[in-house]
């Protein structure tokens, strides 16, 4: 490891008033912030903590973003990243970031946050799950390979990606399978959760036959929420 470098990944977690008092101390310990988070407010809290910060442009590549901000090593010893939610669920490009940092001998510090999946256990109150337990599904990386398990509660993060153009024919699958082993009957759930990209949370209950009818309602952050069926009610147990 390169002596005296460090790179600081952290959150605000969902909105700047999550951000925890461990981020705020190290992001004053760093030379400068990288944040991906664009708008106004959030950069006048950030620049309230560091005298130096670059807000990184939306339209970067991962591996680029990645680049850049390791590549700032040459002027910096300690640079802070800085995003929303769980800085490391889901989320590609911190995981390129650290990716990055590792090949050049850089040590990086993860600092944990409140994330999306947090929100969503309390917005749709699961202090139960099925008799077989509750799956957490990366939809991007099981697109070309989808495997329903009906019989457990089931998370299908990032739903939205499926309306992506390329991802017609995935769509087209995710729907044909989902159709054929839950009934038309059944219920799932459209989650968003308020977040410094989101003013509110939305929870949309619909019936599995309406599933082809509800994409429209998805975005890259929509999370689905398939409730187990098969099993008894919870309120019967």
């Known amino acids: 490891m390169r002596k005296n470098k460090e790179l600081v990944v952290c959150s605000l977690g969902l909105f700047k008033n999550q951000c925890t008092l461990e981020v705020l101390a190290r992001i004053k310990t760093c030379d400068i912030v990288f944040s991906d988070i664009r708008g106004d407010e959030i950069l006048r809290f950030l620049e309230k903590i560091s005298a130096r910060v670059k807000v990184i442009s939306g339209n970067c590549k991962l591996e680029k973003t990645a680049q850049k901000v390791v590549s700032a090593f040459k002027e910096f010893d300690k640079i802070c990243y800085f995003t929303y939610g769980n800085p490391m669920f889901l989320d590609a490009t911190t995981i390129c970031l650290k990716k990055e940092a590792l090949k050049a001998g850089i040590?990086?510090?993860?600092?944990?946050?409140?994330?999306?999946?947090?929100?969503?256990?309390?917005?749709?109150?699961?202090?139960?799950?099925?008799?077989?337990?509750?799956?957490?599904?990366?939809?991007?990386?099981?697109?070309?390979?989808?495997?329903?398990?009906?019989?457990?509660?089931?998370?299908?993060?990032?739903?939205?990606?499926?309306?992506?153009?390329?991802?017609?024919k995935y769509k087209k699958n995710f729907i044909k399978k989902l159709m054929a082993v839950y009934p038309k009957t059944a219920e799932f759930f459209i989650v968003d959760v308020k977040s410094v990209v989101r003013d509110n949370d939305t929870l949309i209950k619909v019936n599995v036959c309406d599933l082809a009818k509800s994409f429209k309602l998805f975005n890259e952050r929509t999370t689905l929420f398939l409730p187990a069926i098969g099993v008894k009610n919870k309120s019967e147990r």
Do not use: H
């Open 107 to 168: 040590k990086t510090t993860v600092l944990n946050a409140i994330s999306s999946f947090d929100a969503i256990i309390s917005l749709l109150e699961l202090t139960e799950f099925s008799d077989s337990g509750i799956r957490v599904v990366n939809t991007i990386s099981c697109n070309k390979s989808i495997v329903f398990t009906p019989e457990m509660d089931t998370l299908f993060f990032m739903i939205g990606i499926l309306n992506l153009k390329g991802n017609e």
